[in-house]
């Protein structure tokens, strides 16, 4: 398996993970709390949505980062 593949992988990966978290912000300010008992696993409310908000900011910018190297062609290599 080459680089660009493994990063295309994990850049697909993000995106679906980014998806999803982003569906489980809540535009009322609930967030997690919505769900009702998923976020018993916290300590409290404000816990599940900071770590919410840093898994999303995490992988925001994972998945940024993954589209900038492999748009810009850096990772192939020069003929010649």
């Known amino acids: 398996m080459t680089l660009i593949t493994l990063l295309n992988i ?17 535009p009322k300010g609930d967030g997690l709390g919505a769900l009702g008992g998923q976020a018993q696993m916290f300590t409290s409310t ?4 900071i770590t919410l908000n ?3 900011w995490t992988l925001t ?3 940024m980062g993954l589209t900038v190297i ?7 290599p020069v003929a010649g």
């Open 10 to 26: 994990i850049w697909t990966v993000s995106a679906v993970g980014l998806t999803i978290l982003v569906i489980l912000h809540s």
């Open 70 to 76: 492999l748009s810009a062609g850096w990772l192939t």
């Open 46 to 49: 404000k816990s599940a949505e």
């Open 61 to 63: 910018v994972l998945f």
């Open 54 to 56: 840093r898994a999303t």
